[in-house]
C-alpha cells in the first residue's frame, strides 16, 4: 500500500503525490484487468492489436533516429 506523509499541512501535495503513487504502483491497471471476464478469444485478439500498435510505433521511431 502507498503511503505519503503530509509536509507543512499541505494536504493537496500530500494527495496529488499519493495518486502519483498509486498510479506507478499498477494497482489501477491491474484492477481494470479483473474487473470482468474477458474469453481467451477476445483476449488474443486484444493481445494481438496491441503488439501491432508497438510494433508501428517501434517501427516508427527506428525511422526517426535512421533520418
Known amino acids: 500500500m502507498a503511503q505519503v506523509t503530509v509536509k507543512n499541512g499541505n494536504l493537496d501535495g500530500a494527495i496529488k503525490r499519493y495518486k ?18 474477458d474469453k481467451p478469444g477476445v483476449r488474443r485478439r486484444k493481445a494481438k492489436k ?5 510494433a508501428r510505433k517501434n517501427e516508427r521511431k527506428r525511422r526517426r533516429e535512421r533520418d
Do not use: M, T, W
Not at 502519483?20 to 471476464?37: C, I, T
Not at 496491441?50 to 508497438?54: G, L, R
Open 20 to 37: 502519483q503513487k498509486l498510479a506507478r504502483s499498477g494497482v489501477p491497471s491491474e484492477a481494470k484487468k479483473h474487473d470482468a471476464y
Open 50 to 54: 496491441e503488439a501491432i500498435k508497438n
